[in-house]
């Protein structure tokens, strides 16, 4: 499949801050983006999807980026909040097809 | 939004028994729904495709006979991990897609397998 990773796997931000998790994708053919978060034990959660038509979409706290040129994805969270400590997941598909999952990234909240 | 119910949530079973997990799309129909291992502090990885009405679509190296999936209805898949071995023991975790909705995946909250 996909060859689909994650720069840093551990990434810990002070309560209230910005985080930025990054997200790099191999198939320039993928048209279909998703962050997901996981909590331990639990299956992943919908945060936010961007199609390859757009480079920037924004949700309630979360803005992903995309940057076709550099196959480049990211996850903005703005006011990080203790709840928002889980791992985050990339994932990139094609035609609303399967998807494929990247290795994750930690992120730890510090109140 | 959509609910993907999986079960069961956790399921310890010995070596050389079937286990058969069940996903459930709740309020929307789902013609093709998804299946993924999870190790732990890894990512998750596709396993298969699960078409309605036909075979199912695995990924390289995943062996059809081990793992059976059935897609029998358009709100049911089930994996079957055949002649379960300790190395079977994982997080198995569905998705399906609501195409009439909002269109996102939405995924089951996973089944823990151990086998003893």
């Known amino acids: 499949g996909e060859s689909v990773g994650l720069h840093l796997p551990t990434l810990s931000v002070q309560e209230g801050d910005n985080s930025i998790i990054n997200c790099a994708y191999s198939?320039?053919?993928?048209?279909?983006f998703i962050w997901y978060k996981q909590e331990s034990g639990k299956g992943p959660q919908f945060i936010i999807d961007i199609r390859s038509n757009m480079d920037k979409r924004q949700g309630q706290r979360v803005t992903v980026l995309l940057n076709k040129t550099v196959k480049h994805l990211s996850l903005q969270i703005a006011a990080t909040q203790p709840g928002d400590s889980a791992v985050y997941f990339c994932a990139e598909g094609y035609n609303f097809n399967k998807f494929y999952f990247g290795s994750g990234t930690k992120l730890n909240v510090k109140p | 939004g959509a609910v993907v119910s999986q079960h069961p949530s956790r399921v310890i079973c010995k070596s050389g028994t079937s286990v058969k997990i069940e996903c459930r799309s709740l309020d929307f129909q789902a013609t093709t729904m998804f299946w993924y291992r999870q190790f732990p502090k890894q990512s998750l990885m596709l396993m298969a495709t699960?078409?309605?009405?036909?075979?199912?679509?695995?990924e390289q190296g995943v062996e059809k006979d081990k793992f059976l999936i059935n897609h029998a209805s358009l709100t049911l898949s089930t994996l079957t991990v055949t002649s379960a071995h300790p190395e079977d023991s994982s997080f198995y975790i569905c998705?399906?897609?609501?195409?009439?909705?909002?269109?996102?995946?939405?995924f089951g909250s996973g089944t823990r397998l151990t086998v003893v």
């Open positions: 699960s078409n309605e009405g036909s075979k199912a679509t695995y």
């Open positions: 998705s399906a897609r609501d195409q009439e909705g909002d269109g996102g995946y939405t």
């Open positions: 198939n320039s053919a993928s048209d279909y």
